[in-house]
């Protein structure tokens, strides 16, 4: 299951995750089980960190590369996505907090 990181994955321990960019999303097995839509608010505000490859990293450290799809609908994290929910064992109405930590890393 997923849930927000307390550490920070790159032992930077200082960095006050609330006043970084995040958002939360609810995990559907029908519509997220290839690809998740970020927020078109927090593409627009953030867009510009965020690049077509960006490593998931998850609170136990263990990370993926997903890539980031722009298309008509919106952007998606795309490529990779599926194995990311299969390796952490997201289900169904899990919560999904990603929080931009870096230009290509979000927890």
């Not at 939360?24 to 970020?38: E, G, H, P, V």
């Not at 799809?69 to 998606?76: D, E, Q, T, V």
């Amino acid at each position: 299951m997923a849930q927000h990181p307390q550490p920070d994955p790159n032992g930077n321990d200082d960095i006050a995750y609330p006043r970084l960019p995040s958002f939360l999303k609810f995990f559907s097995m029908i519509r997220n089980a290839d690809n998740l839509r970020l927020p078109p608010s927090f593409v627009a505000d953030h867009g510009n960190m965020i690049p077509f490859e960006c490593t998931l990293v998850m609170p136990n450290g263990n990370s993926s590369l997903v890539g980031l799809l722009n298309i008509a609908s919106g952007c998606h994290f795309r490529t990779g996505w599926a194995e990311f929910v299969r390796q952490n064992d997201i289900r169904h109405g899990d919560s999904l907090v990603f929080t931009l930590v870096g230009p290509n890393i979000s927890c």
